[in-house]
């Protein structure tokens, strides 16, 4: 603990002082004591110094108060003044300026030679020194060996709370992390029951900034923000922070590991790319998702983001906004179709996610269902994010060897509702009739457009070619993704 003004009158050295104003400021630090005997020694101040005089050059009331004024602005601690000698007593101007300053006056006594009180003072300065840097060492020491044994959340904080007697919690967008070390009372029923921008405004936190991700953490105490810059509470909380993101950067390696290869086993079983069942059924368990039965796949397709993207790169914008509420997107996605199950398949591509759903074959509990779900989802996307999203759901699976199957029929149902209606949208498979015969033959005469073959629209004039993509057109327009008329 710091050594204060008021710890030095309560010193048993110096029971002869006395207060004479400016007990506003006896919370001030004592870092050194000074003898100053020039009317201007305050300019050679480094603050945080008691600073003791005769009296001598101080006569007159304009140079007392000059002396005053100087070592508050410099940051000195306190003065304190022989009386009897040089000043039989100081002004009541004075007195009233270093009261309305905050800034102690000190009566020393006469006969107390300056020897005896530069030396138990700064002793008493060392020696709090050497006890705060013994505890910065044990501080760091204790955080340094939680960190070489990968430590769990828990046991940082708990370590914290332990070094700062503080009831504290931490707080991060990502929900999973969030954790409390604290008694019951009312910083835990607040915790629990506010939001999180109203727990920072109540309680002071510290925030802990992670680069490259899209997580943010907040310690929160329930303190005051004066207790927390006392330097018993500034070390650990300082160590805590470090350590606390070691651990975020350690799980975000390890994030980016199970995210690249979470997406490509979930691609695999999109792009039909397996070869052992026993293969499928093991990486499944790995993730702790469930592949027996049918499915059913859903792909949110974020709209115009890639032309967005091209227009921010060429205007030198760079991508760091878009990929922000990219991340966003699929922050929401996840959470929102997350609720369809406890653990849900999905990848993540350039500008879609497509999730494996289970089925159980009645498709209009399934469509209400899923409504119920995305409708909001597509809201706050639009609310948070400025972006729109179109939605494929393809038709039921038999099993997740069949994904692939729903994975372009979802793909399909989204491009066609997007031609017709526009994005913004949900499209699902199974409501759409015509149009499926439709997209399936655009897809057939696009394969077939580069041929050699005699039969197909390379070979036909152009007029033809004309004549057919304007049938297929009108007859997309005259169909409603809504009502698969």
Request: charged share 25%; with cysteine; hydrophobic share 40%.
């Amino acid at each position: 603990m710091a050594v204060t003004v008021r710890d030095i009158l309560n010193m048993p050295e110096f029971k002869g002082f006395r207060l004479l104003a400016g007990a506003g400021g006896l919370g001030r630090e004592v870092l050194r004591t000074t003898v100053g005997d020039a009317p201007d020694c305050y300019k050679w101040s480094q603050g945080g110094e008691f600073v003791i005089t005769s009296g001598y050059p101080f006569r007159d009331l304009e140079s007392v108060e000059r002396l005053i004024r100087g070592c508050c602005e410099s940051g000195n601690a306190a003065l304190g003044i022989k009386l009897g000698r040089y000043l039989g007593e100081l002004p009541r101007q004075a007195l009233d300026l270093a009261e309305a300053l905050g800034f102690p006056l000190i009566s020393i006594p006469l006969e107390m030679p300056f020897a005896e009180i530069l030396h138990p003072v700064q002793s008493r300065v060392i020696s709090d020194q050497a006890h705060l840097l013994r505890y910065s060492g044990t501080v760091q020491k204790a955080f340094f060996d939680l960190n070489v044994q990968c430590a769990s959340l828990e046991d940082l904080l708990e370590t914290l709370r332990s070094f700062t007697h503080l009831d504290l919690a931490l707080r991060c967008t990502e929900s999973s992390f969030d954790r409390v070390c604290a008694d019951e009372g009312p910083f835990r029923e607040a915790l629990a029951s506010l939001p999180l921008p109203e727990v920072l405004k109540r309680y002071p936190w510290e925030k802990i900034s992670l680069c490259g991700e899209n997580v943010s953490a907040w310690l929160v105490f329930d303190a005051s923000p004066e207790r927390l810059r006392e330097p018993w509470s500034e070390i650990p909380v300082t160590q805590a922070k470090g350590a606390l993101l070691l651990f975020f950067q350690r799980w975000s390696s390890g994030a980016q590991v199970e995210r690249r290869y979470r997406n490509e086993f979930v691609m695999d079983i999109l792009m039909n790319n397996l070869r052992l069942k026993d293969e499928v059924w093991n990486r499944s368990r790995s993730f702790g998702w469930d592949l027996a039965g049918a499915k059913k796949v859903v792909v949110c397709d974020i709209d115009d983001y890639k032309n967005r993207l091209t227009r921010a790169m060429a205007a030198g914008q760079g991508p760091a906004a878009l990929e922000e509420s990219k991340a966003r997107i699929f922050a929401v996605c996840r959470e929102f179709i997350g609720r369809m199950g406890r653990r849900v398949p999905f990848a993540e591509m350039s500008d879609s996610a497509a999730f494996i759903l289970s089925s159980r074959g009645i498709f209009e509990e399934e469509q209400r269902q899923l409504e119920r779900i995305l409708t909001p989802m597509m809201e706050q996307i639009v609310e948070q994010t400025g972006f729109s999203v179109t939605v494929g759901v393809g038709g039921r699976c038999g099993d997740v060897f069949l994904c692939w199957k729903g994975y372009n029929q979802a793909r399909m149902a989204l491009e066609l509702a997007r031609r017709t209606s526009g994005g913004n949208r949900v499209a699902w498979w199974d409501r759409m009739g015509a149009p499926r015969v439709l997209g399936a033959a655009l897809r057939c005469g696009n394969r077939r457009r580069g041929s050699s073959s005699k039969r197909g629209w390379g070979r036909c004039s152009v007029s033809t070619r004309r004549k057919r993509k304007s049938r297929c057109c009108a007859r997309w327009r005259r169909w409603s993704p809504a009502t698969g008329a």
